[in-house]
C-alpha cells in the first residue's frame, strides 16, 4: 500500500506564504500525476493545482498566479508554494498520487495538513 506523508501545513496571515510537501512512500516516479486538493469546512474537496509527466502543471482558478506546483523525482518529493495568502484558503491540504496500469487508474491520497490563514 502507498502512503503519502504531508508536511508544511501550519498558521500564517493573509498576506503570508507557505510551502507544502509531499513524499510517497515509493518513487515518486511511478506516479503519473501527483495534485494537491483541499477541502474547507463545509465544502467539497477541490482541486488545487496538479502536475503530470509531459504535461504543464495546472491551476485552480482560485490560486493561478500565486501558487507554484513542482516535483522533484531525485528528492522524491512533490512541493506547492503558496504566496499571497487569503483567508479563503484556509482548508486541510491533500496530496493525491495517480499510478496506471494498462488496465487501471490507482489513486492513493495522504491523510491532509491543515493550512489556516488569518485576517
Known amino acids: 500500500q502507498v502512503q503519502l506523508v504531508e508536511s508544511g501545513g501550519g498558521t500564517v496571515k493573509a498576506g503570508g506564504s507557505l510551502s507544502l510537501s509531499c513524499t510517497p512512500s515509493?518513487?515518486?516516479?511511478?506516479?503519473?500525476?501527483m495534485a494537491w486538493y483541499r477541502q474547507a469546512p463545509g465544502k467539497q474537496r477541490e482541486l488545487v493545482a496538479g502536475i503530470s509527466r509531459g504535461r504543464s502543471p495546472e491551476y485552480s482558478d482560485s490560486v493561478k498566479g500565486r501558487t507554484t506546483i513542482s516535483r522533484d523525482d531525485a528528492k522524491n518529493i512533490l512541493l506547492l508554494q503558496m504566496n499571497s495568502l487569503e483567508p479563503a484558503d484556509t482548508a486541510v491540504y491533500y496530496c493525491k498520487a495517480v499510478a496506471v496500469s494498462s488496465i487501471r487508474e490507482y489513486d492513493y491520497w495522504g491523510p491532509g495538513t491543515q493550512v489556516t490563514v488569518s485576517s
Open positions: 515509493r518513487s515518486i516516479g511511478s506516479f503519473m500525476t
